[in-house]
Nanobody, 117 residues
C-alpha cells in the first residue's frame, strides 16, 4: 500500500501564488508517475500536471506557463508551484501516484485551493 499526504492548499487572491506538496510513503514501485489532478464543484476530476521518475512532464493546457511541477525522488515528494492563480483554478487538488501503465493508482485525500478576492 501507498499513502499520499498533501499540504499547502488555502485561500489566495487572484494573481497570487501557492505551493502544494505531496509526500508518498509505503510500498512505492520503483518506476512511477506522480502528479496532480483537480476537481471543481459539479465538474469531473481533471489532469493538472504529471511528472515521471525521469523528469518527463505533462501539463494541462489551462495551466501551462503558470504552474510548475517538480519532484524530489529521494524524498518521494512531488510539488506544484502555482502562479498567476485565477478564480477558475478553484478546486480540490488531489495528488496521484501510479505505475507508468496506469493500472495501479493511488490518491491523496485532496487539498482545497480557493482563488477569490
Amino acid at each position: 500500500q501507498v499513502q499520499l499526504v498533501e499540504s499547502g492548499g488555502g485561500l489566495v487572491q487572484p494573481g497570487g501564488s501557492l505551493r502544494l506538496s505531496c509526500a508518498a510513503s509505503g510500498s512505492i514501485f520503483r518506476l512511477n508517475v506522480m502528479g496532480w489532478y483537480r476537481q471543481a464543484p459539479g465538474k469531473q476530476r481533471e489532469l493538472v500536471a504529471t511528472i515521471t521518475n525521469g523528469g518527463t512532464i505533462n501539463y494541462a493546457d489551462s495551466v501551462k506557463g503558470r504552474f510548475t511541477i517538480s519532484r524530489d525522488n529521494a524524498k518521494n515528494t512531488v510539488y506544484l508551484r502555482m502562479n498567476s492563480l485565477k478564480p477558475e483554478d478553484t478546486a480540490v487538488y488531489f495528488c496521484n501516484l501510479k505505475t507508468p501503465s496506469g493500472n495501479v493508482n493511488y490518491w491523496g485525500q485532496g487539498t482545497q485551493v480557493t482563488v477569490s478576492s
